[in-house]
């Protein structure tokens, strides 16, 4: 079992940065094992994904509109995930979430990822 808390939402203007962060909690193989990815829901959207690492950091996957503007990392000896989002935009106004992988692939499905979090809200005004 996988406990996923989302921090570091927030209020930010447009052009403007955040870092989210994701922290891990439960048995620490769990955690090392998968691939882990940030999701985000607009309000009255879907939820879509963001980013994808795998379990060393080595591998990472990216939706189109995050190239560029947001990175993923992680830090598996403090368990913990990363989104540096950059130049944001109103329209990456969304919760974001942080979800485990039932594997070490990189997967841009939500049926992939078998725990997550709770979410973090991110406002971007113009």
């Known amino acids: 079992q996988v406990q996923l808390v989302e921090s570091g939402g927030g209020l930010v203007q447009a052009g403007g940065s955040l870092k989210l962060s994701c922290a891990a909690s439960g048995r620490a193989t769990t955690f090392l094992t998968p691939a882990m990815g940030w999701f985000r829901q607009a309000p009255g959207k879907e939820r879509e994904f963001v980013a994808a690492?795998?379990?060393?950091?080595?591998?990472?996957k990216y939706v189109e509109f995050a190239k560029g503007r947001f990175t993923i990392s992680r830090d598996s000896a403090q368990n913990t995930v990363h989104l540096q989002m950059n130049n944001l935009r109103p329209e990456d106004t969304a919760d974001y979430y942080c979800a485990a992988a039932f594997n070490s692939l990189t997967s841009s499905f939500e049926a992939d990822y078998r725990f997550w979090g709770r979410g973090t809200q991110v406002t971007v005004a113009s």
């Open positions: 690492i795998n379990w060393d950091g080595e591998e990472t």
